[in-house]
């Protein structure tokens, strides 16, 4: 691999003797990891059932490596939304912020949803989220994600964070940045992040930095926390961007991160970093642990800071359709009347943490329930990922070993002639193993596939 000279110059300077262990990285093995789902199955639980060979992920409680032989995207526990592909250290800062049940949390930068999808499950069906990715293609992306996670308190943005900002001033309990950076945490993952840290270097993203962070500053609540994270080494990125913040945000403190054996303090180059505690932000270096290159700040905002109002958007009273109504009899999970939502003939379950968000970019505010259409009503796929099996009345749910788990993730119809006995007509949640995968409309023999066309199996 060629590394660019100045990026290697400024390695040697900051790594010392330690860059040589640093450059024989480079000979390691690339690592692989997922996280399970805790709002869907515990860790332990996922380790009876899971078909691959899996390692813990010591300081990420339910992380594990997985083999480069196993292909676990190629697995039905995963369209199931068991658990998330995720580079090892790319899993740390969601896993560092202490979001509560209750919590309203915002990811700022948030695609492809990684740290969302933890964010979701810390929260348990509870407070919101909302996460945000101002490119609309990747937030695209980011909005299937959560929605296999079975997420259902969230709303989802394409917008600018300034936009953002000026609605939200003092309003969530966390926040998380994972900020767009150079990447060179990653150059050993992917080679063609090297291209382009040449094109657009460490001051072309800095410049982002310092307005995104101040911004993440302005929407925290008094005693929020929020997580500023890059996958790049770069001081300038990383410890110049918190000194950005300390300096134009008073108000903002560096709080501890759990320490881990593998992970190094943040350098401290003068006194304000002794007097800020910079030495309290972490590094991941892949020499020293078994992930890629990360840097993290948990900050915490001061209780005395002023607080803005936000008047929580009060809903309608909406009229429910009989056919909905009809659907919903056969539902158990807890739904909110107070808080559903009917636009465009499609309903929805908002927040009630959720104030007025009229003019922003949203793909999604709250749970897609489904489409009320002409004399019925088509439950949507967001929702049977919400479910748990138990919460609906009609369930076929075929072993992981059964062919027609496969040929139903496909979008194929399929012969449940087995399951007449066992089941009624009409909507039925398919499941594997227990975990709901999507909906189908059962006739009395087979099973109409209504398996989202975009999220089938390639």
């Known amino acids: 691999m060629s590394l660019p000279e100045k990026y290697l110059e400024t390695m040697k300077e900051m790594l010392k003797d330690e860059f040589p262990a640093y450059l024989e990285s480079f000979n390691d093995s690339r690592l692989y990891g997922l996280r399970v789902n805790t709002l869907k199955i515990s860790p332990e639980e996922f380790l009876r059932i899971s078909p691959f060979e899996l390692k813990p992920i010591p300081w990420i409680e339910n992380g594990f490596y997985f083999s ?17 592909i995720q580079e090892p ?14 919590d309203v949390v915002f990811d700022m930068c948030a695609a492809p949803g990684g740290k969302s999808t933890e964010l979701g499950a810390k929260l348990a069906q509870t407070g919101l989220l909302i996460t945000n990715d101002i490119s609309n293609s990747r937030a695209k992306a980011l909005l299937k994600n959560v929605e296999v996670s079975g997420i259902p308190n969230l709303c989802v943005l394409s917008e600018d964070p300034k936009r953002i900002a000026n609605r939200f001033t003092t309003f969530f309990d966390k926040v998380l940045i994972d900020a767009p950076c150079s990447g060179e945490g990653m150059f050993r993952k992917d080679n063609k992040l090297i291209k382009s840290w040449q094109k657009n270097g460490p001051e072309f993203y800095a410049e982002i930095q310092r307005d995104i962070i101040l911004l993440g500053a302005d929407m925290l609540k008094p005693g929020g926390k929020m997580l500023y994270s890059t996958c790049t ?45 910079m030495e309290k932000t972490v590094r991941i270096f892949p020499h020293k642990m078994q992930g890629e290159g990360h840097f993290l700040a948990l900050l915490q905002k001061d209780e005395n800071s002023p607080i803005d109002y936000h008047a929580l958007k009060k809903l309608p009273k909406v009229k429910l359709p009989e056919e909905l109504k009809e659907f919903l009899a056969s539902v158990s999970y807890q739904i909110n ?6 636009r465009d003939n499609k309903v929805y379950e908002i927040s009630p943490c959720m104030p007025d968000e009229t003019g922003l970019r949203i793909m999604r505010n709250g749970t897609l329930l489904g489409e009320v259409k002409k004399n019925r009503f088509e439950p949507s796929q967001a929702f049977a990922m919400v479910l748990k099996m138990s919460e609906y009345d009609k369930v076929i749910n075929l072993p992981v070993s059964d062919e027609r788990v496969i040929k139903y993730l496909k979008g194929e119809t399929i012969d449940v002639e087995d399951y007449a006995d066992k089941t009624e007509k009409g909507w039925n949640l398919l499941c594997v193993d227990g975990y709901p995968l999507g909906w189908g409309k059962f006739n009395g023999t087979s099973l109409k596939n209504k398996y989202l066309a975009g999220w089938r199996w390639q």
Do not use: C, W
């Open 233 to 277: 080494f770069s001081k300038l990125e990383d410890e110049e961007s918190i000194r950005h913040l300390l300096k134009n945000r008073p108000e903002m403190k560096l709080i501890d991160i759990k320490d881990y054996e593998g992970f190094a303090h943040g350098y401290v180059e003068d006194d304000f970093d002794k007097e800020v505690h």
């Open 68 to 84: 480069e032989n196993d292909k676990p995207a190629k697995h039905p526990y995963y369209f199931a939304g068991l658990y998330y």
């Open 89 to 102: 250290s790319a899993m740390t800062p969601a896993n560092v912020l202490p979001v509560e049940e209750g």
């Open 337 to 342: 009347e107070e808080y559903l939502q009917i």
